[in-house]
């Protein structure tokens, strides 16, 4: 890519040594990570005319850089020095010891058991919580189980879960849930309601698994029309080719609407999204779907990403050409989710339901140690690599996603309640059942869906903050 391009000359210009021996307590291989931390960041970092410790002109010697790289015993440190406004501005950038684990995981590989879940506060009580589980993985552990959306688990191991025991009980590689249920005590009050043993355990264990993001497809037939059905969960590369099979199918069965599930889908590959977004339309190729704007260093490198009619292996796009489109959202779309929703918003109608987005509009890449950041000619005695926000996202009226999320459309607004999550791809689940009550403009059983939606509880954390790095917006 252009951007590499751009590093290359950097590079050559540079006057800084990539490691160094001054005799001090700091290992050479910390120093040498340091060093590569630090240059990394300096020449791609989104915000780095924010940070001053990574001007162009922060060091007036050599000895001076190494002075400061010598003051981080954990390029951890160095690295979370350097992130602009941790808690506001960039919430995303990150680091890790294990380039493999983290390749692994943008193929879609993990060690999971299989299923995704809310933790939320009990009723009645300030310690305590549960989960429910929303999602569940097929051919998964704990689909072996028979566990399903909806269930709940108030303990793990015979102890019952707490804000200050969850994170441990959940690293385990295998444990016992206990399984429960609401009991409001068939009265209309709350302040008896509780979370009540099953007298029911399931042992479930954690396994290396590729999860396919095209989690369900259906063909809906509604009033005489055709409303094609998809529950995407992840931009992972490499799924185009199986979505171009899916669009073929909705193309040869003459589908007029299509509703798009992004509910629980963090993000991924921002080709995949170009890709995606042109098999929803495909009559504005060549049109641009999205930007890329990088930090003023690298403004050469900035890139449009545009309609397209070909895949990357160059089979044709199978579009539908349509005009309008439907999107489920909740907290958890992220990061390449916003953006095909912002990318599309100048072309087509697109009606989002459910809640805000997560709020993510930057683009990030992994940076590895070698001498052009990339994967080949690796520096073989480490397996640091960085994650850092590198661009910001924009559609072609140059509008990003703001950092409070994409909002539901005017009358789309809608919570899952885990008491009332229903069955996904179900025509009566709650978000998908007010997308079709809008297709056959059936105002009445929109608002019947709404005034159903159920108890609300306080969520504590969710499953995917146990793998925070999941998702976002990738450069390939």
Not at 14 to 35: A, K, M, Q
Not at 351 to 358: F, K, M, Y
Not at 381 to 388: E, L, V
Request: charged fraction near 20%.
């Amino acid at each position: 890519m252009k951007y590499f391009k751009t590093l290359i000359l950097l590079l050559t210009l540079s006057f800084l040594t990539s490691c160094f021996e001054d005799g001090d307590d700091i290992p050479v291989s910390t120093r040498s990570i340091n060093d590569f931390v630090w240059k990394g960041m300096n020449t791609f970092y989104l915000y780095k005319d924010n940070v001053p410790n990574l001007a162009n002109n922060r060091f007036s010697s050599d000895q001076n850089y190494f002075n400061y790289l010598n003051d981080f015993s954990r390029p951890e440190d160095l690295f979370e020095s350097l992130i602009y406004e941790r808690e506001t501005v960039d919430r995303f950038s990150w680091i890790v010891d294990d380039y493999f684990e983290l390749e692994r995981q943008f193929q879609g590989i993990s060690g999971t058991n299989g299923m995704e879940f809310g933790f939320f506060a009990s009723p009645n009580s300030d310690i305590e919580g549960f989960c429910v589980i929303r999602l569940v993985l097929p051919n998964s552990p704990a689909e072996d189980n028979n566990l399903k959306r909806g269930d709940i688990f108030y303990g793990i191991d015979g102890m019952r879960l707490t804000n200050n025991n969850i994170n441990t009980l959940l690293s385990q590689e295998t444990y016992t849930l206990n399984l429960g249920f609401y009991n409001d005590k068939g009265t209309p009050e709350t302040t008896d309601d509780s979370i009540d043993p099953l007298d029911k355990n399931i042992t479930i264990s954690k396994v290396q698994y590729t999860e396919n993001p095209i989690f369900i497809t259906d063909i809906i037939n509604i009033g005489g029309e055709n409303v094609g059905y998809l529950m995407y969960n992840g931009f992972i590369l490499g799924s185009e080719n199986e979505l171009n099979s899916v669009f073929a199918d909705f193309k040869s069965n003459n589908i007029q609407h299509l509703v798009l599930d992004l509910r629980y889908n963090p993000g991924g590959s921002v080709s995949t999204t170009t890709f995606l977004a042109s098999m929803i339309t495909g009559q504005y190729n060549g049109e641009v779907f999205k930007k890329l704007i990088y930090n003023n260093d690298l403004q050469s490198s900035n890139t449009l990403y545009n309609f397209t009619n070909i895949l990357a292996n160059g089979a044709t796009i199978n579009s539908l050409g349509l005009e309008k489109l439907y999107v489920l959202t909740s907290k958890r779309s992220a990061s390449a989710s916003e953006g095909l929703i912002n990318g599309l918003n100048p072309y087509i109608d697109v009606i989002q339901i459910g809640t805000n987005t997560t709020g993510k509009t930057q683009a990030s890449v992994t940076i590895y140690d070698s001498p052009n950041f990339q994967r080949q000619g690796l520096n073989p005695n480490h397996t640091y690599a960085m994650q850092p926000l590198i661009s910001t996202g924009v559609n072609k009226n140059d509008i990003q996603v703001p950092g409070t999320g994409l909002i539901p459309s005017i009358g789309f607004e809608y919570e899952e309640r885990p008491l009332n999550y229903g069955t996904l791809g179900d025509v009566n689940e709650p978000l998908l059942a007010l997308a079709l009550a809008d297709i056959e403009s059936s105002t009445t059983r929109s608002e019947s869906i709404k005034s159903k939606s159920g108890i609300s509880f306080k969520l504590i954390k969710d499953s995917h903050d146990f793998n925070p790095h999941e998702g976002g917006m990738r450069i390939d």
